[in-house]
């Protein structure tokens, strides 16, 4: 009887302790600042965790990922690459390379996805396109050709310019290509290394990435800064056996920045624990406040059969509903969502229009991790 007793006392003890974690993780998922985050399962596809996914935002340097995509795609990483001007005069944040030096294209990619050197993002597409105009319109077809339907480029850096927009959902769909890529894993996982030049100067480089030395599970990420996008990261994480992708864009600092993508990564483990189930939150300030867009967004869990649509946030006053899995078929789940810090039910503003962001007031993508 005793011992019945003491199990039962036990299995309450870790009920108590389950839903104290659970409490704990909702609470940092839906305390994030940043204007919209995603969080997703690499490897079908399924959203753990939404913020304002389908709001169009400013990508700055985690354009430099889809930069990267094209390249492996048209060129070898042995490839030699020389420097051009523009190149060189490509600011703010700059490898140190010379008009004239000659480099692999293996030794731009780790500038521009390390140390997000914007002269050799511009070197990288010159040397596939022959200019950056043509390496854009490449840049903007794969895109499409990934799903990411609501993310257009303007140029291989991401610097400053009208046009040019993503959606966190975008940005976690195109990690999740990008870390199908051995060499880019590789890059973005390394936290320091040193590149030559043909002629024999080498250029020491250190990952932007700062939970490079926190986090011993973290796949590699993507960091980006401009004034008006403010702090923007996409990584993949490993956690019990799964890759866990985390998107964040419009943070209002680089401190910040790490400590919800952590939060993110937490939440987004319990939810493929079972501990939680998926969330969308929809903060309505972001939607309405400048520069932003509604977009099309929807859910898809990708199986071995193929692409599913799963479903779709709908605008108006509509309920969300997003992937699960149940006896390892993808199925329909309805979900909470969360609008401001009280209130459970979806309530959306009628669509307003929305004022062109003013591009004049931007800063260049050049903050230290």
Not at 99 to 109: C, M, S
Not at 198 to 226: F, H, P
Not at 288 to 303: F, I, K, M, W
Request: hydrophobic share 40%.
């Amino acid at each position: 009887m005793k011992s019945v007793k003491k199990f039962i006392s036990f299995l309450f003890l870790i009920s108590l302790l389950t839903l104290h974690f659970s409490l704990l993780t909702t609470a940092s998922a839906e305390e994030i600042r940043s204007r919209a985050a995603v969080v997703m399962d690499a490897v079908t596809g399924r959203v753990l965790y939404a913020k304002n996914p389908d709001l169009r935002l400013l990508p700055a340097s985690t354009t430099k990922l889809m930069t990267a995509l094209v390249v492996l795609e048209r060129a070898h990483l042995n490839d030699v690459v020389t420097i051009s001007k523009k190149a060189v005069n490509t600011a703010p944040t700059r490898s140190g390379l010379k008009e004239g030096d000659k480099v692999t294209i293996e030794t731009l990619l780790y500038a521009a996805l390390m140390k997000s050197a914007n002269d050799a993002a511009v070197a990288l597409a010159e040397a596939v396109a022959g200019s950056e105009e043509e390496f854009v319109t490449l840049m903007n077809t794969k895109a499409i050709a990934i799903g990411a339907n609501d993310t257009r480029y303007i140029n291989a850096n991401g610097l400053p310019g009208d046009g040019q927009y993503i959606t966190a959902y975008d940005l976690a769909k195109i990690m999740r290509q990008a870390i199908k890529y051995p060499v880019m894993k590789e890059i973005m996982g390394t936290r320091m290394t040193a590149v030559s030049t043909e002629a024999g100067k080498t250029i020491s480089i250190r990952n932007t990435n700062k939970l490079l030395w926190s986090d011993d599970e973290l796949v590699g990420g993507k960091t980006g800064y401009t004034r008006q996008a403010r702090h923007c990261f996409v990584c993949a994480g490993e956690r019990a056996n799964e890759t866990i992708i985390v998107a964040l864009l419009g943070a209002p600092s680089r401190g910040i920045l790490w400590k919800e993508t952590e939060d993110l990564m937490a939440f987004g483990s319990s939810v493929m624990s079972n501990l939680q189930e998926p969330v969308v939150y929809l903060a309505k300030n972001d939607h309405d406040s400048l520069g932003a867009a509604r977009a099309s967004y929807v859910v898809q869990d990708e199986t071995s059969a193929g692409k599913a649509k799963m479903g779709k946030v709908r605008k108006g006053r509509h309920s969300v509903k997003i992937s699960s899995r149940k006896r390892g078929r993808a199925v329909l789940a309805r979900n909470k969502v969360r609008h401001g810090k009280n209130t459970r039910a979806l309530k959306l503003a009628k669509n307003k229009r929305v004022k062109k962001p003013n591009m004049a007031v931007q800063d260049e993508d050049g903050v230290k991790g």
